[in-house]
């Protein structure tokens, strides 16, 4: 089966760095997707990792390793605007289907 | 504009009864999905299709039917609605990239669907 891991929820100060992980054991591995999700609206993309190591795009960094079925999304210089859902999602094969964690609502207190 | 649009926004049926979610994209994307959200579960996909004459289902298809009309055209139906479809239904598209990458999913603004 596919089964993919998130923390449910975490807590983090303005202005800090916070790392939510995800795990993953699925059938294949075409890819990993990271997503936001601010609440009642559509998830939008932030970052697709498909060989490991980190990819950095701004504030917003994601890091993957195949061998651990592992990621994280690391977010820095933590804004209030940063309080939203993020989803991990993996792609088990060329499909170009999603399987989606549960996703881990951050919020950012001041 | 918007890329993906979904309509209704916001929709109260009761069980038993026929309704049709409609999605429409202005990307040009091949592939267009349908899902369902439900707290606690995360996304789950309920049908896809990668052009217009191809239909798959998803992990949740049971109780749900699809019509890939045009490119930009993907309609979700519940044919006879009930209380645990109660949910928030996104649609979306993602292009076709060669040599088999996999690009992202762009995603309507959602459906919030309640059967009574």
């Known amino acids: 089966g596919q089964n993919i891991d998130q923390p449910t929820e975490m807590t983090a100060t303005e202005g800090a760095i916070v790392q939510i992980n995800c795990t993953y054991q699925t059938s294949g591995f075409n890819g990993l997707f990271w997503y936001q999700q601010h609440a009642g609206e559509a998830p939008t993309f932030l970052s697709y990792?498909?060989?490991?190591g980190l990819e950095e795009k701004g504030r917003f960094s994601s890091f993957l390793s195949r061998s651990k079925g592992y990621s994280y999304l690391l977010l820095k210089e933590l804004q209030m605007k940063d309080s939203a859902s993020y989803l991990c999602?993996?792609?088990?094969?060329?499909?170009?289907?999603?399987?989606f964690g549960q996703g881990t609502t951050l919020q950012v207190k001041p | 504009d918007a890329d993906v649009t979904q309509t209704p926004r916001n929709r109260i049926t009761k069980t038993g009864k026929r309704i049709m979610l409609e999605c429409s994209q202005t990307k040009g994307h091949d592939r267009m999905y349908w899902y369902r959200q439900d707290p606690g579960l995360g996304l789950r996909l309920i049908y896809y299709s990668f052009d217009v004459k191809d239909i798959n289902k998803g992990e949740i298809s049971d109780g749900y039917s699809v019509s890939r009309q045009a490119q930009a055209k993907f309609s979700l139906s519940l044919e006879s609605a009930i209380p645990n479809q109660t949910a928030l239904y996104f649609c979306a598209t993602s292009d076709t990239a060669s040599g088999g990458a996999v690009l992202e999913q762009f995603f309507g603004p959602g459906t919030r669907l309640t059967v009574l």
């Open positions: 999602a993996v792609i088990p094969s060329n499909t170009g289907k999603l399987i």
């Open positions: 990792n498909v060989l490991d």
